[in-house]
């Protein structure tokens, strides 16, 4: 059928996980003129633009939450994926009880079965990766970018003049510090539980393992005295943060063998992650039974049967104490 391949054995080097560079990197910007990088032509308007995710993938489900912020779920459209990822990658497969548990659309625009179909479409010699999300131009049909640190910066202005939702969440002001605490919790945590998860070698584990828990004493710490990450503002650093906490303590602690402590077991991270799982509009991009279907049943090399364990609930409605920590 096809020699596409998506693995993520194939991204071993000396027993750590490397990921890959993302390949498409245009933006969207107000009048269409280029951004920071790609070329231009990608105007923001309404009912142009559409998203390919995974509700799995930490990535795509930073690009979900900024269109819940912003104010953009009228005007860019979605396709979530099957969770089950296999050889050839993300599939569109889908039918009444998938998209039930796991809020699969399939293809809705153009009935693709695979994800590298959008890939190949752009390039037929196209050897990159075919990840998610993808942020797809429905009038050029053509990919725009598929790296989610900048569609979501995209997304924070981008379209302000036509939802009039000024709401930045990467002011001017706090820009060194959001890009330093990006730069602790990109590596040691968004992606250090990925490498602790896919090591191939005790060394690689042990070192990345530790890492992370380092790293997220470092963050209970911030959060002690801080509301949010980089003081009294949430910014795109907490979001970049918050989606690895909630695929913590039913994914990483156990799959990926993260489980020195459970989030659960922090109290001002604990607390921050419901304070902003509890903002308006957030609670509906996260759908836990398709996280742990994706991860428990896809890679098979470290869990043959595919067994998705029970894992024992939190209520992440319950109240939260940050409004009486920080008043
Ligand atoms: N740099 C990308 C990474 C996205 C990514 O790694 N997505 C994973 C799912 S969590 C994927 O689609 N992987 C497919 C593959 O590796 O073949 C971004 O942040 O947008």
Redesign the pocket.
């Known amino acids: 059928m096809t020699s596409v391949k998506?693995?993520?054995n194939s991204?071993i080097k000396d027993g750590e996980y490397q990921?890959k560079e993302?390949q498409f990197r245009n933006w969207i910007t107000p009048d269409g003129s280029a951004g920071i990088s790609g070329s231009g032509g990608f105007q923001a308007e309404a009912d142009r633009y559409h998203l390919y995710v995974?509700l799995?993938?930490?990535?795509?489900h930073r690009t979900l939450v900024f269109r819940q912020l912003k104010g953009l779920e009228n005007l860019i459209s979605v396709s979530v994926v099957n969770p089950d990822?296999h050889d050839i990658?993300?599939s569109f497969k889908h039918d009444a009880e998938s998209a039930k548990l796991y809020g699969t659309t399939g293809d809705d625009l153009y009935g693709d079965e695979y994800i590298f179909e959008k890939y190949l479409a752009q390039d037929p010699h196209y050897t990159g990766?075919?990840?998610?999300?993808v942020l797809w131009d429905k009038k050029n049909k053509v990919i725009v970018n598929?790296?989610?640190?900048e569609?979501i910066r995209m997304f924070n202005s981008a379209f302000n003049d036509i939802t009039g939702n000024t709401l930045d969440f990467y002011p001017e002001h706090l820009r060194t510090k959001i890009e330093e605490v990006n730069e602790l919790v990109y590596h040691k945590i968004n992606n250090g539980v990925y490498k602790s998860g896919f090591a191939t070698t005790q060394e690689a584990y042990d070192k990345n393992v530790k890492e992370l828990f380092v790293a997220l004493d470092e963050v209970e710490q911030i959060l002690a005295n801080n509301r949010y990450l980089t003081g009294d503002e949430l910014t795109e650093a907490d979001w970049r943060l918050w989606v690895t906490l909630v695929r913590f303590d039913s994914v990483y602690h156990t799959h990926f063998k993260c489980n020195l402590r459970l989030i659960e077991q922090y109290n001002n991270i604990y607390n921050f992650m419901l304070e902003l799982y509890q903002m308006p509009n957030i609670a509906k991009t996260v759908n836990e039974a398709h996280i742990k279907r994706h991860y428990y049943a896809s890679h098979l090399s470290f869990n043959p049967y595919g067994i998705v364990p029970i894992t024992h609930k939190q209520d992440w409605t319950e109240l939260h104490n940050r409004n009486k920590t920080f008043n």
Request: with cysteine.
């Open positions: 998506s693995n993520w991204s990921r993302s995974s799995a993938c930490p990535w795509a990822m990658g993300w990766v075919n990840s998610v999300p598929n790296e989610s640190s569609i």
